[in-house]
């Protein structure tokens, strides 16, 4: 592994500025910016620069310089392996079909795309004046895709896969949380179970704490409780729509950090 590491640092840094519009190019990059979005303290700041030059500049430098082509390579099979290892271990009792599928979601060009948007990283993106591409078109998905993939490899290189897992660990657990994956078509008590589950926490349970009006037209309030304390009530006409209000509720108090 750390042979690989410094095979690609070897190819990656120590570019020499030579060439004037190279330079002014190094220097549009805000690497303090980045490292406050990004959460990382970076060393070697060519790795991250070639992590961001899309391919469309390298026609109007005279000096030759990589893309973020090999970056985002590396990038790609890291990203695959980090999201295949947190839910691995968020999904205990899922299979290999489940486990795949969900890893296919959150790995997609789309969602990487999403990731990238979220870290504002459209804006440091070097690409060519005369682009017409936009972050919401296709196209723009696409290089916002690669770049994120190959700022993760940058990560990788410059401070191990642990430090690319502090990153993107949270932004998965994110998307889980909201529903991408397993959760995406279930109610909120079946939502609300599967990932108290996954934390190994007890199964939630509902209790009716007040009901109203007459027999044929009451409203419920129903608590529901995590390991024996009360987290959050909800209220419905019936004691279905009341308990999948309180897990509703639950879920915001209790995932949505």
Aim: charged share 25%; net charge positive; proline share 2%.
């Amino acid at each position: 592994m750390n042979f690989i590491i410094r095979f690609f640092k070897r190819l990656s840094s120590n570019k020499k500025f030579k060439d004037k519009s190279l330079a002014n190019l190094f220097k549009k990059v805000n690497f303090n910016e980045l490292q406050k979005i990004l959460k990382y303290k970076i060393v070697d700041k060519n790795l991250f620069f070639t992590a961001l030059v899309h391919r469309s500049v390298l026609r109007h430098l005279t000096t030759l310089i990589e893309s973020n082509e090999r970056l985002e390579y590396l990038g790609d099979s890291v990203v695959n392996l980090i999201t295949a290892k947190y839910l691995f271990k968020f999904f205990p009792k899922a299979n290999e079909g489940e486990l795949t599928q969900y890893r296919s979601y959150l790995v997609s060009r789309e969602q990487l795309a999403n990731y990238a948007l979220r870290c504002n990283l459209w804006n440091f993106i070097l690409m060519s004046d005369n682009s017409e591409l936009t972050s919401t078109s296709k196209g723009g998905k696409t290089i916002l895709a690669d770049a994120f993939e190959a700022i993760l490899g940058a990560i990788y290189l410059d401070g191990g896969i642990e430090a690319v897992e502090k990153f993107l660990n949270p932004m998965i657990k994110e998307e889980i949380i909201e529903g991408a994956v397993s959760s995406r078509e279930k109610n909120p008590k079946s939502k609300l179970l599967e990932l108290l589950q996954a934390e190994k926490k007890q199964i939630p349970r509902y209790a009716i704490v007040k009901q109203e009006g007459p027999q044929h037209d009451s409203i419920f309030t129903i608590a529901v409780f995590v390991d024996g304390v009360e987290v959050a009530r909800g209220v419905g006409n019936n004691k279905k729509d009341a308990e999948q209000k309180a897990a509703s509720e639950a879920l915001n108090k209790i995932f949505a950090k």
